[in-house]
């Protein structure tokens, strides 16, 4: 669904030259796909959330509502709409894609949203698991988990979270439980550019603890996250005593950037011991051998379940590389952790 004829017919090439996958139908307006949907019944909507009558997302929430099929979200990295797409995110959209460039390759690319349709396809849906569990207000203490007795400094521990398909709500599930004076908290979830900022500041007006996209070089202070930027992956280091973040722009691994990998790595490398690991739902291997590396180092580590997944590959693969010390239920996580921090 996207309201550009070059557009549709790129994206349609893209997905028709698979042999697993076949676009069933194609629309420019909300009204059309209104109409294109009593007709075809998908196994996926790939909808871009500049389509006119998208504006206020009515079209979507009556889709993932009655039609009960997972949405990838589309739209340019230059988009600024943060109210719209933390909307969008507040409904259980299952993946977003930036959409492709007329300069570029469309290789890389055509890739990436294939694999993407392919594990939304088999997906568990967002709204098929416990949805919102903890109440959507800032100042509400009832489901926070209580202080710590002894406030932690930032070079003591540090919460280091991967994720991919499904983790922006699982990772908000996660972070709404934590109370305002936990470890320092650095996040990699693969989204791109143009969403990251949107999800943080989502996130900043739910949450305790303070959320903002990470910049390079800033310090990283208990009782604050930081995300991983779309365009760069997200590294921890340590000078004087104390976390920092640092952001690169090198090559992406396991075809991510960011990636669970490069921020598992340097974790066990500059948190070792005071690092604690926890990988959420998504697809894929990204992070199983940085989290492998984290558990060597001394670090202890969290997965999360495969009922509670929206995709179970990538804590599955963090399982069976051996670098795992609890596979625990996300309802359970945030529980976990602060017990873990209590018996420091």
Known sequence: MDDSAYMRGMLRSIINAQDDIV???????????????????????????????????????????????????????????????????????????????????????GSALCDI??????????????????????????????????PLIASE??????????????????????????????????????????FALRLDNLCQVGVKEAVHGERIFPGNAYIAPGHSHLLVNRKDN???????????????????????????????????GIILTGMGKDGAEGMRAMHDAGAYTFAQNEASCVVFGMPKEAIAWGGVDEVVALTEIANQLMAYLRKL
């Open 242 to 276: 104390q976390f920092f973040c640092e952001l690169s722009q090198t090559a992406p691994v396991n075809r991510h950037r960011p990636s669970v990998d490069v921020l598992f790595h340097s974790a066990a490398q500059h948190a070792k011991e005071n690092a604690i």
């Open 157 to 198: 521990k540090l919460l280091v979270f991967g994720a991919s398909t499904g983790g922006t709500e699982a990772i908000k599930d996660v972070l709404m439980r934590l109370p305002a004076d936990c470890p320092g908290i650095v996040i990699t979830q693969h989204m791109p550019e143009g969403f990251t900022g949107s």
């Open 23 to 109: 676009v069933s139908g194609s629309c420019s307006t909300a009204h059309e796909a209104a109409q294109s949907l009593q007709q075809n019944s998908p196994d996926v909507i790939l909808i871009s959330l500049e389509m006119p009558g998208m504006s206020d997302l009515g079209l979507l929430q009556k889709l993932l509502k009655i039609q009960d099929m997972p949405a990838i979200i589309m739209s340019d990295e230059t988009m600024h709409s943060h109210h719209i797409t933390m909307k969008a995110m507040d409904m259980g959209v299952v993946g977003f894609v930036g959409k492709p460039k007329v300069d570029s390759t469309l290789v890389g690319y």
């Open 117 to 150: 349709i392919r594990t939304a396809a088999g997906s568990r849906l967002a709204k098929s698991l416990p949805r919102n569990t903890v109440s959507l207000q800032k100042d509400a203490n009832d489901e926070v988990l209580p202080l710590l007795k002894r």
